[in-house]
């Protein structure tokens, strides 16, 4: 097909230090979990929540959203902070 390749900066992982939250279902196809884990070390402020659920968890789980909007109200909340209470 004689494709030249693409600009290796855009293979790079991106690093940032913006307040990142992911919100995953462990039943995800599209974006299996273990690469969530392995690609969240890039986002040095993260959070991570896990559902019991599989892919778009935001529109899928009023718990997700609380813990969406406790994030977005303070995006320093610690991990064991980001409940549905």
Do not use: W
Not at 60 to 84: P, R
Request: proline fraction near 5%; hydrophobic fraction near 35%; charged fraction near 25%.
């Amino acid at each position: 097909m004689q494709i030249e390749p693409g600009d290796p900066k855009v293979a790079m992982a991106t690093e940032t230090e913006v307040p990142s939250l992911f919100l995953h279902g462990e039943l995800d196809t599209v974006t299996p979990l273990r690469d969530v884990i392995s690609q969240k070390q890039y986002f040095k402020n993260n959070r991570l929540d896990i559902y019991n659920l599989s892919h778009d968890i935001l529109s899928s789980d009023e718990c997700a959203e609380n813990v969406a909007a406790k994030f977005i109200d303070d995006n320093t909340i610690d991990q064991k902070s980001l409940n549905c209470d």
